[in-house]
């Protein structure tokens, strides 16, 4: 079946910045979305369409894509920003959703 | 502003059937724009969905489910509701209604998900 792979944690110091990427043979084709999670929260999308911001979300979440790789980045990692992240897409024929493993983001 | 709800009957004992509603406020699940769905968390793990079904009741499942799951709309009562059958204790998660982007596949607003333990 289809996966998308991500690293299981990413640790950055504040002030830094935090790339995580997400990789799947599909991402060439279909895009990739972005979602944040907090402890004992319900995940809120940060990334759509590989690129786009939802209002709200602060300009220093950013999102890219190359090949089959799509990338989240975090300019001026806040300490508020720790979290897990996972990308999401679907299969080339529209037939499921899939979700990344997730990556957990510590601020040092 | 959208508001989405998940609720159900408490625990669930192995072999028998999960069942949750989710009430949608703030928009009707009749738009032509959504469908609606459900993902779920084991605790300490990672999202998984499990499917989603447009307003007219066409819906589709996750492969590796599909032979346990059904999800159904009510209009009438701007609900949609998920059954999962034989649940074993691997089924154990937080379950999350969500409303669906269909044309672009992901997901805009979510529940506050509720956890359900399968257990004897």
């Known amino acids: 079946s289809y996966e998308l792979t991500q690293p299981p944690s990413v640790s950055v110091s504040p002030g830094q910045t935090a790339s995580i990427n997400c990789s799947g043979d599909?991402?060439?084709?279909?895009?990739g979305y972005w979602y944040q999670q907090k402890p004992g929260q319900a995940p809120l999308v940060v990334i759509y369409?590989?690129?786009e911001r939802p209002s709200g979300i602060p300009e220093r979440f950013s999102g890219s894509s190359s090949g089959t790789t799509v990338t989240l980045t975090i300019s001026g990692v806040q300490a508020g920003d720790e979290a897990d992240y996972y990308c999401q897409s679907a299969d080339r024929n529209g037939t499921f959703v899939v979700f990344g493993g997730g990556t957990k983001l510590t601020v040092l | 502003q959208l508001h989405l709800h998940e609720s159900g009957p408490g625990p669930v004992k192995p072999s028998e059937t999960l069942s949750l509603t989710c009430t949608v406020s703030g928009d009707s699940i009749s738009s032509s724009s959504y469908y609606w769905g459900w993902i779920r968390q084991p605790p300490g793990k990672g999202l998984g969905w499990i499917g989603s079904i447009y307003y007219n009741g066409s819906s589709y499942y996750y492969p590796s489910l599909k032979s346990r799951v059904t999800i159904s709309v009510d209009t009438s009562k701007n609900q949609f509701s998920l059954s999962l059958t034989s649940v074993t204790a691997a089924d154990t998660a937080v379950y999350y209604c969500?409303?669906?982007?269909?044309?672009?596949?992901?997901?805009?607003?979510w529940g506050q998900g509720t956890l359900v333990t399968v257990s004897s």
């Open positions: 599909a991402l060439s084709e279909l895009y």
């Open positions: 369409k590989d690129t």
């Open positions: 969500v409303r669906h982007v269909r044309e672009l596949d992901y997901f805009d607003f």
